[in-house]
Structure formats: C-alpha cells, structure tokens
C-alpha cells in the first residue's frame, strides 16, 4: 500500500483523491489503507467475504465425516453452486440434503446458500439481513459456522460498505489468472522486465494497429 502510494504521487496523482478501497480481509491490507489511505472508506470484496463461508462449510464436511462416511469425497459438491453441478454431484447433493439424514454439512450449506442472498438485497434491507444470519449461524451449534460469523461480525462495517461503494476486485483476480497462466506457459521468466512486458501485452488492452 505504501509503494502504491508513493507511485501514485510520483505519477502526479493524490492520495487523498483516493476515496474507496476493496481488499480481502487480511490484517496486513486493512493496516495499510487506514495507515496511508484513512480518508477512504474500505469494502471487503465479495468473493473473500464468500471464502470464509465456504470454509466454514468444508470445515464441517471434514469434521463431520469422520463418523459419516457418506461424505467422504464430497468437498465440491457443497462448495460449488448449483447449476454448476454435474449431473452426479446434483443428484448426491439432493440425497445427502435429506432433513431425515440430519447432516451437519446439510445445514452448514444451507447457511451458505442463505447468505449468498445477502448482495441480492436492497441497500436499506442488507443490514437487517446480514443481522439474522450472523444470529442464525451463532445459534446454529456448528463451531466453524459460528467462527465464520465472528469474522463477519469484525468486518461488519467493510462488507456493508459493497452496497454503497459496489466495488470488488473480480476485475484484478481476471487479471492475475491471466498472468500466472501466462507464468505457467513460459514456465518463469527470466528478468522482472520481461514478466511486466507480457503483463502489458496480454492485460494491457493496447492498440497495435497501424496508422491507416
């Protein structure tokens, strides 16, 4: 964040013009906008905030089938979202979610499911949403759900800041797998300058056309 900065002064910008911030919900980001950018305010990107969650539920997957074998090699099948399931795993996803099993898993997903409507809310609905699911996953006796809503709870603020900024970093995370594929093709690269020079080239969207 401090390099950042410096490099935007450099180029004639202002810090201070910097007014919303999205990261993940590391320490380490969250000390380095308040530290050099106190005047924004901070969003915690939606595809993190989700990767708790998802967490939380494959927490209670691995712990739940060791006394359920049934589970066993059904990670993807509570992670991914419906539609993307094969054909296979939605018919085991709609076995395994049967009230009369009494899954633990079942139910981590279901507050999985429950909280992925939360950015479909209006913005002066979202925090009374977001205020029963935090009370449904406490009460839900699954200890990695109710972690996941402690870490919720700290981050509070920056979540509900996404229906006021709409920002996220999907656009960056495009971006990087295009770079590491590039990495992975070249197998490594032998100066820094040559990595930043295909960066440009494939993410650049530069205009190579020539003068008519």
Not at 44 to 68: C, G, M
Not at 99 to 110: C, E, I, N
Request: hydrophobic letters at 45%.
């Amino acid at each position: 964040m401090a390099a950042f900065k410096q490099d935007l002064i450099a180029h004639g910008g202002a810090a201070e013009a910097v007014s919303e911030v999205c990261c993940d919900m590391s320490p380490a980001f969250i000390r380095g906008a308040e530290e050099h950018f106190p005047q924004a305010h901070l969003t915690f990107d939606k595809f993190h905030v989700l990767k708790i969650i998802n967490e939380a539920v494959d927490d209670v997957r691995r712990q739940e089938q060791a006394s359920r074998p049934e589970l066993t090699k059904t990670r993807y099948v509570w992670l991914k979202n419906s539609e993307n399931l094969a054909v296979r795993q939605a018919a085991t996803l709609e076995r395994l979610s049967m009230k009369k099993l009494k899954l633990k898993t079942a139910r981590a997903y279901h507050l999985r499911l429950v909280f992925q409507e939360f950015w479909d809310q209006a913005k002066e609905a979202a925090e009374a949403f977001l205020r029963r699911w935090h009370s449904w996953a406490v009460r839900s006796r699954l200890s990695p759900m109710r972690e996941a809503a402690a870490t919720v709870k700290r981050h509070w603020s920056g979540i509900l800041r996404w229906f006021e900024s709409r920002v996220s970093n999907g656009v960056l995370e495009g971006i990087n797998s295009l770079v590491q594929a590039a990495k992975a093709r070249a197998r490594g690269y032998r100066t820094a300058k040559n990595l930043i020079t295909m960066i440009y080239l494939i993410a650049g969207k530069l205009d190579f056309s020539l003068p008519t």
